[in-house]
């Protein structure tokens, strides 16, 4: 038997790195990552259908669906705690904190230079 490519195996890790990566971005990352796990759970029903065909490609599918999977358990602790510090302190708090915060790192900066 003839092993054929199977599609977007390097996709799925991507997605799911750049899905973790983008967790900073309030949780923006839960997108590359659902579509990582879209991606290798049709990965994984290709592979079921003829496994001999892709023994090559298994583990990189599978090592995709857990970089994805954690990718996505990130995002939502951090939508998760979002919403929390929202609720407990209140909006206007919690943007006068991010500012101050900002403001902070563009100091810190500018002093490295």
Known sequence: ??????????????????????????GVGIIPSAIALNLSQKAEGIIAENPENYIDKQSTVKAGKIIAIAAIALN???????????YSMGWDAYKMQFQEAWEEAKRQAEANQ
Do not use: S
């Not at 939502?76 to 929202?86: E, R």
């Open 1 to 26: 038997m003839e092993t054929q490519k199977l599609p977007n195996p390097v996709l799925i890790i991507v997605l799911g790195v750049l899905g973790m990566l983008c967790c900073c971005f309030a």
């Open 76 to 86: 939502l602790y951090v939508l998760v705690k979002m919403a929390f510090d929202i």
